[in-house]
């Protein structure tokens, strides 16, 4: 990832700022590093939902029973 920073300006609602002031110093970093921080994990998110719903686009479909039979498999019910 690039280590250029380029400056930006937003607004934010006046206590999500304080607790994010308050974050950041408990945390010993700078504001603009948790920033970075929460955003690079927020954009991770949304990247591997995107993989997801690519690897689904194959239109490859399973049963409803194959579905249920993976949850067991998994001990998830």
């Known amino acids: ?34 920033m970075n921080q929460t955003l690079r994990n927020e954009i991770s998110e949304d990247e591997e939902d995107l993989k997801i719903l690519r690897r689904r686009a194959d239109g490859t ?9 993976g949850l067991k498999a998994d001990g998830l019910i």
């Open 1 to 34: 990832m690039s280590k250029t920073k380029t400056k930006a300006t937003f607004y934010l609602d006046s206590e999500l700022y304080k607790a994010f002031r308050v974050k950041a110093t408990l945390a010993d970093k700078k504001i603009s590093e948790l």
């Open 61 to 69: 479909t399973e049963t409803y029973a194959e579905f249920l039979k």
